[in-house]
């Protein structure tokens, strides 16, 4: 940890930079005490790890099991001289007593209060979720940023998230969904944004990198911009992967695949319009190509032209399938008034955008014409074919 508290009780940050000659003479005459648990610490000043206080040997306090590695010490470090050098009021470990938590650094900005968590270890879900609400609850807009030792980049715009990814997902103010990381030894923050999965674990996503040295702490907090995919890139990943899937689907998809043959459907065959990217679908943890395959049974298969589709519509399918556990929603803590019936929405929108589907009011729309359902594989191309390019600036701009 890089904060105790003299004999006198006043605050010695490590946070701010030190000489070592001082500190060693501060070490000669001070006492250093554990704000938490009280007990004393040492001031450990070794070259070659961070200056930093450790409990003695047998000490009980949960800061000694913490065992914080040298990653930790250092990205907290430099976080909390950023802010400083902002002007922004911070605290480096600062400790909650009442709700018995210590962010990395508790900072306020615009009125709120911010608890800033550098997380570099992999965390418990349950963990998590309790820290997280526990901040929500009394007063705190939690902000966790990962370590960025933690991200996995398949390709320059397809990367894999996990469950532990995911728990980092927050909105900025204007919505938009986005994981902030950052790495201590580059200096550099990356914020994963525009992230438009396909699969449970691959995604798109745009990788921004901001250097310590320029960012300022709006552009971690409020990221503007929309990278959009790559229609290319999109329809041949989604078919790579349906063809994977496909060929060795897994136990629990076989209530999915007996439907979609009772339906007279094939997911070799599925047509192009099923299985295309939506801003939140990223709160669906179930893959897209599935939950829009549902979306066109319940709601759209049986409807000629003419008729409508009503919100009701949309919100009984969704129910349906989530209460069968047949669309699974994504686990995200930070993540709340956010309903993941957006996404349905916002697929039939581009549905709408395609001339299959009309607006008639608020959440009513028109059926005007049916997807085609191809029945070989050269019809699926042919479709395929118009399809790209009669909507190339429709769906992916
Ligand atoms: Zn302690």
């Not at 009394?138 to 370590?147: A, I």
């Not at 993540?335 to 955008?353: D, F, G, R, S, T």
């Amino acid at each position: 940890m890089l904060t105790a508290l003299t004999k006198t009780g006043k605050m010695l940050c490590l946070g701010l930079n030190y000489r070592k000659e001082t500190l060693m003479i501060l070490r000669d005459k001070e006492e250093f005490i554990c704000p938490i648990c009280q007990e004393t610490v040492i001031l450990k000043l070794g070259d070659h790890r961070i200056f930093h206080f450790a409990h003695k040997q047998d000490s009980n306090c949960r800061e000694f099991y913490e065992r914080e590695t040298y990653e930790h010490l250092e990205g907290k470090r430099q976080i909390f001289q950023w802010l400083t050098q902002q002007n922004i009021p911070c605290v480096l470990e600062y400790y909650d007593r009442t709700i018995q938590q210590r962010p990395d650094i508790m900072f306020k900005y615009k009125g709120q209060r911010f608890a800033l968590e550098f997380q570099c270890s992999s965390l418990p879900d349950n963990v998590f979720r309790k820290r997280t609400s526990t901040y929500l609850e009394n007063g705190y807009t939690p902000l966790w940023v990962m370590s960025s030792r933690h991200l996995h980049q398949r390709r320059n715009d397809l990367i894999s998230l996990s469950d532990f990814h995911y728990s980092f997902l927050r909105s900025s103010s204007n919505g938009k969904l986005y994981i902030p990381a950052y790495c201590p030894k580059k200096q550099l923050f990356q914020l994963v944004e525009s992230i438009t999965p396909f699969s449970i674990k691959n995604s798109f996503a745009h990788l921004s990198g901001l250097s310590i040295q320029t960012a300022e702490l709006t552009t971690i907090l409020e990221p503007k911009n929309d990278h959009c995919v790559s229609q290319e890139s999109w329809i041949r990943e989604m078919e790579k992967y349906i063809f994977n899937w496909a060929l060795h689907p897994k136990t629990e998809y076989r209530p999915f695949l007996q439907e979609v043959y009772n339906q007279g459907l094939n997911t070799f065959l599925l047509p192009p319009e099923i299985g295309l990217p939506v801003t939140h679908s990223v709160l669906i943890q179930t893959p897209p190509f599935i939950w829009q395959t549902y979306l066109f049974i319940d709601v759209l298969a049986n409807k000629n032209p003419r008729e409508l589709i009503s919100l009701r519509d949309i919100n009984s399918s969704y129910q349906k399938r989530v209460n069968r556990k047949q669309i699974i929603l994504r686990d995200l803590p930070q993540i709340h008034n956010l309903n993941p019936i957006y996404a349905m929405i916002e697929y039939l929108q581009v549905l709408e955008k395609l001339n299959y589907l009309r607006k008639k009011g608020d959440m009513i729309f028109e059926v005007q014409k049916k997807i085609l359902i191809p029945r070989s594989n050269r019809e699926r191309e042919e479709a395929k074919g118009i399809f790209l390019d009669q909507n190339k600036n429709i769906i992916f701009n």
